[in-house]
C-alpha cells in the first residue's frame, strides 16, 4: 500500500501534472484512477492536463469528482430516499418553528443544521443541549434560540426520515457507506484539499481505506509559516489516517509584482484590458492561459463585460448565478410584484412586455407577432402617459387613459392604437386573474403558477448565443424544480395554508436563494473569483480588486450561536473566515508562473478606497502608456493630435438643408397653423421645442401617488369650463353650479378616494375667494361669455395660429381675456411681452378675438391665479393692450421665421429654464446665468 501526501509551497507550479505522471507509472489504465478535486474549475484543468499526458489515442479516462457530485451520484445509484431540495429547507423548517419569525430566520436555523451535521460528530449531538445550557447560562434569550433550533433539528431530521427524504448532509453520510461497498479504485488522487468537514472527511477516510494507492497534495513548507496555518486542517486529517509518507515539493523562484492604484474601478478594469491587449498583440501573452480573478467577482462582472468589449477581448466569465438575476426569472419575479402590489405600474409594464410572456399580449386575431411586439413596446412609455400608479381598473382603461391625456391631440391612428393596447392589456389581465385566482394551499398556488407559466408560452423564444440559450434553458427548469418541490412539500407534509401575499413572498424568497454555477464554453480569457483559482497555475495572471473593502470580507454573524460556542464545536468561526480569506490571498498571488499583475481602485466617488490589508507591496500609480487599443482611445488620440479639444456640441441648425427645411415648411409653413403654445415653447428653449415637436421626443415624468400640477390645471380647468357651460349665472347660485362641476370633474378624472376627498377640501377652501375676484368683475360691468373655446385665425399674412381661451368675458363694447393659473404667475408681465418676449399667448389671442368682433374692443387680458385668488391685469399703466398685441405679432413672426429657417440654437437661454429642465444632458450646454 502506497500513500504519498505532497505538501507544496504556494509558488509551486504544475503539482498536478506530477501526481498524474506518478499515478500512471502506477497504473497503466487510466481507468483505475479515482480524481477527486475541491472545485470545478481544478476538475476541468485537469481534465485537460491529463489528456495532454497520455499519448494514446483512444483510453478509458480516469474518474473526475468533486466531492458532492460523487455523493449524489452515489446516492442516486445506490439509495433509497428522495434528495430534498435545500431551496425548500427554509420553508420546512418555518412550518415547524409555528411561529410569526421570517423565512430569513428560517434559513438560519436551516445553517444551523447544516453546520452541526457538518462538524459535530453524531456521539457528540445528543449531549448538546446541555453544552448549550453550560455555555449560556445567564444568557436566557441566546439560550432559547439555541435549544430551539436543536429542537428543531430533531423534529427536522425526524421528519425527512418518515418522509423518505435526503438533504445535502444525509446524501454526503450515506456516500461514505456506499463508497466502501461501491467504488473500487487503484489509484485515489486527492489534490488541492485544505480544510473539509467531518463529513467530507469521512468519505475521503473511507476512499483512502478502499484505494491501494493514495495521492494526496496539499499547502504547506517545513517552517509552517502564518499564510499556511488553513490547509493545516488537511494535513492534520490525512496524515492522523496514517502510513502517508510526507514530501515537500520545491517552491520556484518568487515573483516581485507591483501593485498597481488606479483612480476608478473602471479605470482599474481598463487597465487590465489594456495590459492584456498590449502583451496579446507583442505575442507575450496567451489568452487561453491567462486568469483574471476578483475577491469579489459579483461586482466586477458587469464593468468586465462592458470594458473587454470595448477593447474586443474574448472572455469567459464562471461566477455563481444567482437565479433571481436570469432574465426570465426576473420577467416571473415581476409578475408576482405586480400582483402584490395591486398591479403596481413600473412591475406590470414590466411583465407584460415581457419577451418570455409571449402570449399575454397577443390576441387570437393577430396573423404574427407585429401588433403583439408593437404593443410590448409601448406599453412603458404608454403606461406613464395614461398616469398609472397602480391598481387593476387604472391598467383595464390604459386606452381610454391615454385618449383623455390627449386632450383631442390623437389622430384616429394613435386613438386605434391606444384601444387596441387596451384590448390586449385587459386580456393579459383577465388571462392573469383566471388562472392565478386567489387559492388557499400552497401545492394549488404553485400548480396555478406553472399552469399559467405554460399557458403565457413561458421562455419559447430562443436566442442565438448558445451558451446564453442552455443559461436560459436550465433557468427554467431550475424555477420549475422550486414549483414541483413545493406541491412535493404540500403533498408530503400535509395541506399548508398560505395566503396568495405569503405564496408569493415565499417563492420570491426561494428564488433569491437559488444559486447555480453555469459552465459556458470556454473562450479567450478566463474570470473567475479567488477562491476557484484553488490548485491552478495560470500562467499569466491578473489579480485585481484588492481593496480593504473585499479583502477581507465581511464575516456574517451567526444569530443562533455566539463566535465562541461555534469555536468550541470545531465551526468556522471569525478566525476560521480569516485564515480563510488570507490563505486564498497569498497562495493566489504566488499560483501565477510569471510576474502576476495587481491592482486595486483608490477611490470610489468622493469616498477614499485604501488596499487590502493584505498587501505588504507599497502600491505605485498605475502604469499608462501612450499605446490605443481601442475606438474610443483612437477617437480622442485623433482629436488631441489635431489639437480640437472636446468642445460643447454645435447647435442644431438646418439653413442650409433643402430637404430638411421643406420637411419643417411642411409641419410649421405657412398653410399650417402653429398652436401658441408651441411658438412661447420655441422662445423659451428652441433646442426643446426641436427635440419635442421636431423630433417628437418625450421625457415623462414617473406617475406619482398624487395630484402634479398637470392633473390639478386640467382638474381646475374642467370645473370652470363646467361652470358656465349655460353661460353666466347668478353668484348665489354659483357654489351649488361649482360643486356640480367638481362632481363631474371628479368622475371623468377617476382620482382615488383620498385624492378625491383632498380635492373636494381644496375646492370648499378656494370658492370663497373664487366669488369675492368673481364680483369685482362684475361690478365692473363684466360676466362670462365663453369658457375653454377654440380660437384659431391668421394675423399676420402666412402666420397660421390656434389656441383655446380659457375665458373671455363680455360688456356691452369690449372684452376681457382671462387665462387661469393654478401655479406660480411668475413671469406674467407686460414687460415679459414687449421687453422680454418670453410671453404671447394672451395678446395674440387678443388679436385674434379682436378680428372676429371688430365692433368691440379688447379691454384687458390678465392672469387669474386660482392660488393668490388675485387677478394680474398685463395691459394696464405703461403697456396699453394695443402695445402688447404688436410686440405679441412681431415676436411670433420672429419665432415662425427661426423655426422655418431650421435654427434652434441652444444659446442666449434663461437660466432658470435649464436648472430645471430635465433635457439639459442633450445639449450639452452648460448652464450659465443671463445676468
Same mark, same amino acid.
Given at each position: ?594 510576474? &502576476? *499583475?495587481?491592482? /486595486? ?8 478606497? @485604501? $488596499?487590502? #490589508?493584505?498587501? %505588504? !507591496? ?67 428653449? &428652441? *433646442?426643446?421645442? /426641436? ?8 421625457? @415623462? $415624468?414617473? #406617475?406619482?401617488? %398624487? !395630484? ?224
Amino acid at each position: 500500500m502506497c500513500r504519498k501526501l505532497y505538501l507544496a509551497p504556494f509558488s509551486g507550479h504544475n503539482t498536478t501534472n506530477r501526481l498524474l505522471k506518478e499515478a500512471l507509472s502506477l497504473s497503466a489504465d487510466p481507468s483505475e484512477i479515482l480524481y477527486i478535486a475541491p472545485s470545478p474549475r481544478k476538475l476541468r484543468d485537469t481534465q485537460l492536463a491529463f489528456a495532454q499526458l497520455v499519448s494514446s489515442k483512444a483510453f478509458i479516462p480516469p474518474r473526475f469528482y468533486t466531492i458532492g457530485p460523487l455523493a449524489r451520484e452515489l446516492h442516486a445509484q445506490y439509495g433509497d430516499s428522495r434528495p430534498f431540495p435545500s431551496e425548500l429547507k427554509p420553508l420546512l423548517i418555518h412550518q415547524l418553528l409555528n411561529t410569526p419569525s421570517s423565512l430569513g430566520y428560517a434559513r438560519a436555523v436551516g445553517d444551523f443544521i447544516s453546520d452541526i451535521k457538518r462538524y459535530v460528530s453524531p456521539d457528540e449531538c445528543p449531549g448538546l443541549g446541555n453544552k448549550f445550557r453550560k455555555w449560556l447560562a445567564g444568557y436566557n434569550k441566546p439560550l432559547d434560540r439555541a435549544l430551539q433550533a436543536l429542537d428543531i433539528m430533531a423534529r427536522y431530521d425526524a421528519l425527512l426520515a418518515e418522509k423518505g427524504w435526503a438533504d445535502n448532509e444525509d446524501i454526503l453520510h450515506q456516500a461514505a457507506g456506499f463508497c466502501t461497498e461501491h467504488i473500487r479504485a487503484k489509484v485515489l488522487i486527492l489534490d488541492g484539499f485544505v480544510a473539509p468537514n467531518l463529513l467530507e472527511q469521512k468519505l475521503l477516510a473511507n476512499l483512502v481505506k478502499l484505494a491501494e494507492m493514495t495521492l494526496a497534495l496539499t499547502w504547506n513548507t517545513k517552517d509552517r509559516t502564518r499564510a499556511y496555518e488553513f490547509p493545516c486542517r488537511f494535513t492534520d486529517f490525512i496524515t492522523g489516517l496514517g502510513g502517508f509518507k510526507l514530501e515537500y515539493l520545491k517552491a520556484m523562484p518568487e515573483q516581485k509584482p507591483v501593485v498597481q492604484a488606479c483612480t476608478t474601478i473602471d479605470e482599474e478594469v481598463a487597465a487590465i484590458a489594456r495590459d492584456i491587449k498590449q502583451r496579446f498583440l507583442l505575442k507575450e501573452l496567451n489568452l487561453t492561459k491567462t486568469v483574471i480573478t476578483f475577491p469579489k467577482l459579483a461586482r466586477y462582472a458587469p464593468l468586465v463585460r462592458r470594458i473587454f468589449k470595448r477593447y474586443r477581448l474574448p472572455f469567459t466569465i464562471y461566477p455563481s448565478q444567482n437565479l433571481s438575476t436570469s432574465p426570465p426569472i426576473v420577467a416571473v419575479l415581476e409578475l408576482l410584484g405586480a400582483l402584490e402590489t395591486g398591479y403596481e405600474r413600473l412591475a406590470t409594464a414590466a411583465f407584460l412586455s415581457s419577451p418570455f410572456f409571449p402570449k399575454l399580449l397577443r390576441l387570437s386575431t393577430d396573423k404574427d407577432d407585429t401588433s403583439r411586439n408593437r404593443a410590448a413596446t409601448r406599453i412603458n412609455l404608454a403606461s406613464k402617459r395614461a398616469g398609472i400608479i397602480k391598481g387593476r381598473n387604472q391598467w383595464r382603461n390604459i386606452g381610454a387613459r391615454l385618449i383623455a391625456a390627449g386632450q383631442g391631440r390623437l389622430d384616429e391612428t394613435q386613438k386605434a392604437r391606444a384601444s387596441d393596447l387596451q384590448k390586449r392589456v385587459r386580456q393579459a389581465i383577465g388571462l392573469t386573474e383566471s388562472i392565478l385566482s386567489e387559492q388557499a394551499l400552497l401545492a394549488e398556488q404553485a400548480k396555478a403558477l406553472k399552469k399559467f407559466l405554460e399557458v403565457v408560452e413561458f421562455r419559447k423564444t430562443e436566442t442565438e448565443d448558445e451558451n446564453t440559450e442552455t443559461d436560459l434553458r436550465e433557468d427554467k427548469k431550475a424555477l420549475y424544480d422550486i414549483i414541483d418541490g413545493l406541491v412535493e412539500l404540500d403533498n408530503d407534509w400535509g395541506p399548508v395554508k398560505l395566503t396568495g401575499t405569503e405564496f408569493i413572498r415565499t417563492l420570491t424568497y426561494l428564488i433569491g436563494m437559488s444559486t447555480r454555477k453555469p459552465e459556458p464554453r470556454p473562450a479567450g480569457v478566463t474570470i473567475i473569483s479567488m477562491e476557484e483559482t484553488l490548485s491552478l497555475s495560470p500562467r499569466h495572471l491578473y489579480f485585481s480588486g484588492l481593496t480593504e473593502e473585499d479583502l477581507p470580507s465581511a464575516y456574517p454573524a451567526d444569530p443562533i450561536l455566539p463566535d465562541y460556542i461555534r469555536r468550541n464545536l470545531g465551526m468556522p468561526d471569525i478566525e476560521f473566515h480569516h485564515d480563510q480569506e488570507q490563505f486564498h490571498f497569498h497562495r493566489t498571488i504566488a499560483s501565477a508562473q510569471n510576474e &502576476p *499583475f495587481l491592482s /486595486y481602485h483608490n477611490s470610489d466617488g468622493e469616498n477614499l478606497v @485604501l $488596499p487590502t #490589508p493584505f498587501l %505588504e !507591496i507599497p502600491p505605485e500609480p498605475a502604469r499608462l502608456t501612450d499605446a490605443i487599443y481601442s475606438e474610443e482611445e483612437l477617437q480622442h488620440f485623433q482629436g488631441e493630435s489635431r489639437n480640437l479639444p472636446l468642445k460643447e456640441p454645435e447647435p442644431v441648425d438646418f439653413s442650409d438643408n433643402p430637404e430638411l427645411l421643406k420637411v419643417l415648411g411642411t409641419r410649421f409653413g405657412p398653410e399650417t397653423s402653429i398652436s401658441v403654445t408651441r411658438l412661447e415653447n420655441y422662445r423659451r428653449c &428652441p *433646442f426643446r421645442f /426641436y427635440l419635442e415637436h421636431v423630433m417628437k421626443l418625450e421625457s @415623462l $415624468p414617473e #406617475p406619482a401617488y %398624487e !395630484i402634479d400640477a398637470a392633473q390639478w390645471g386640467l382638474l381646475v380647468h374642467r370645473v370652470l369650463e363646467g361652470l358656465y357651460s349655460e353661460g353666466p349665472i347668478p353668484l348665489q347660485q354659483l357654489p351649488g353650479r361649482a360643486r356640480t362641476a367638481l362632481n363631474q370633474a371628479l368622475a371623468q378624472a377617476g382620482l382615488p378616494v383620498f385624492w378625491e376627498q383632498v380635492t373636494r377640501r381644496v375646492f370648499d377652501n378656494i370658492l370663497p375667494d373664487f366669488i369675492r375676484v368673481e364680483q369685482q368683475l362684475r361690478d365692473q360691468g363684466y360676466l362670462p361669455q365663453k369658457t375653454e373655446a377654440r380660437i384659431q385665425g391668421e394675423p399676420l399674412k402666412g402666420l397660421k395660429i390656434h389656441g383655446r381661451l380659457d375665458r373671455v368675458d363680455a360688456s356691452k363694447d369690449a372684452f376681457r381675456i382671462i387665462d387661469y393659473k393654478t401655479g406660480s404667475t411668475a413671469g406674467f408681465t407686460g414687460k415679459a411681452v414687449v421687453i422680454d418676449h418670453t410671453h404671447m399667448q394672451l395678446p395674440l389671442y387678443a388679436r385674434l378675438l379682436q378680428e372676429r368682433n371688430p365692433n368691440r374692443t379688447i379691454d384687458n387680458i390678465g392672469i387669474w391665479s386660482i392660488r393668490d385668488a388675485e387677478l394680474i391685469w398685463l395691459g394696464y399703466g405703461k403697456y396699453p393692450v394695443g402695445q402688447l398685441i404688436d410686440a405679441a405679432l412681431e415676436n411670433a413672426r420672429e419665432v415662425a421665421a427661426a423655426i422655418r429657417s431650421g435654427r434652434f440654437p441652444t444659446d442666449d437661454v434663461n437660466y432658470q429654464v435649464c436648472r430645471n429642465c430635465e433635457l439639459k444632458y442633450l445639449c450639452g450646454r452648460k448652464e450659465k446665468s443671463n445676468g
